[in-house]
Nanobody, 123 residues
Framework: QVQLMESGGGLVQAGESLRLTCVVS????????MAWYRQAPGRQRDFVAV???????TYARSVKGRFTISRDNAKNTVYLQMNSLKPEDTAVYYC?????????????????WGQGTQVTVSS
């Protein structure tokens, strides 16, 4: 059974930091592309960051320079370090895993999703 378990969300003030963690079980972690998406109330789910098994990350323009995605293959874990948070970063954050490693997967190509963790940034 595949499980993706996110944690680390919470309520912070603008300018503060949070680190999200996603622990994965039931898949061969180091063969999967891992990503973070987010969904704000009333909006579609949006791409945040992705990191392939080889480790070179790609970011959405809105978070580049503030967020850092990383992975620890020995721990089957992917992280999202979020600095200089803004109220517009408020959303439910989801981690996702994809076996499509030849390119950056599209959203529908992610095989597995976590339940999400709420991040709220107050102004």
């Amino acid at each position: 059974q595949v499980q993706l378990m996110e944690s680390g969300g919470g309520l912070v003030q603008a300018g503060e930091s949070l680190r999200l963690t996603c622990v994965v079980s039931g898949v061969i972690f180091d063969r999967n592309v891992m990503a973070w998406y987010r969904q704000a109330p009333g909006r579609q789910r949006d791409f945040v960051a992705v990191i392939p098994p080889g480790g070179k990350a790609t970011y959405a323009r809105s978070v580049k320079g503030r967020f850092t995605i990383s992975r620890d293959n020995a721990k089957n874990t992917v992280y999202l370090q979020m600095n200089s948070l803004k109220p517009e970063d408020t959303a439910v954050y989801y981690c996702a895993a994809s076996g499509v490693v030849a390119a950056i997967p599209l959203e529908y190509e992610y095989d597995y999703w976590g339940q999400g963790t709420q991040v709220t940034v107050s102004s």
